[in-house]
């Protein structure tokens, strides 16, 4: 599947500019990871992509991502992109056995909580810091639909340190701050 084709699918089941812009993000930290550790950039950009297409449709637990698996499936996706977009959940009992499964977990929900404090800083990434992502996390009130263990495990599953990895992401989504409405 091409980026092209992963772009047209993601708009057909996703209206919302902000999801939108979440997919952009999340698909700019695993190019960014895929560089990286040496993998197919392509490829990890389209599961970024693809992860929560079908979320604005099916947006219950016992919907997503399953819907969007059997959509994918339909349309003749790999297995392998099928598997990382069921994968990045937890509660799809997908056990995240490759480096590409790893990634899509880990940089879904920090993706999203870096642009959050970004935010609130001036929407300036180059303002993120692990420290401020750290402090943040602390806030119950803060990205409160953000579940903090997830931010972690993420790190810890790639083998990456949490600062480290927050600095990575602040990185790659400072490639695309201006489809993000934010500074670099």
Avoid at 91 to 99: D, K, V, Y
Avoid at 137 to 156: I, S, T
Wanted: hydrophobic share 40%; aromatic share 8%; net charge negative.
């Amino acid at each position: 599947m091409t980026r092209d084709e992963a772009w047209n699918l993601l708009c057909e089941y996703t209206q919302s500019e902000n999801l939108r812009r979440h997919a952009l993000a999340v698909e700019a930290c695993m190019r960014y990871y895929a560089r990286l550790f040496g993998e197919d950039e392509e490829l990890w950009g389209v599961v970024g992509l693809l992860h929560d297409f079908d979320y604005e449709r099916y947006p219950s637990l016992e919907e997503h991502p399953f819907r969007g698996m059997e959509i994918l499936r339909e349309r003749g996706a790999p297995e392998v992109i099928i598997r990382a977009v069921g994968a990045h959940a937890n509660h799809t009992g997908i056990p995240r056995e490759s480096l590409l499964e790893r990634a899509i977990f880990a940089c879904d929900e920090i993706s999203g909580f870096v642009i959050a404090v970004a935010l609130v800083k001036g929407r300036t990434l180059s303002a993120v810091t692990p420290e401020s992502v750290r402090k943040r996390m602390k806030e119950k009130g803060f990205a409160r639909g953000v579940n903090r263990d997830d931010l972690l495990q993420g790190a810890e599953e790639l083998g990456i340190p949490f600062d480290e990895h927050v600095a990575h992401v602040v990185r790659a989504l400072q490639g695309i701050a201006d489809q993000l409405g934010l500074n670099p």
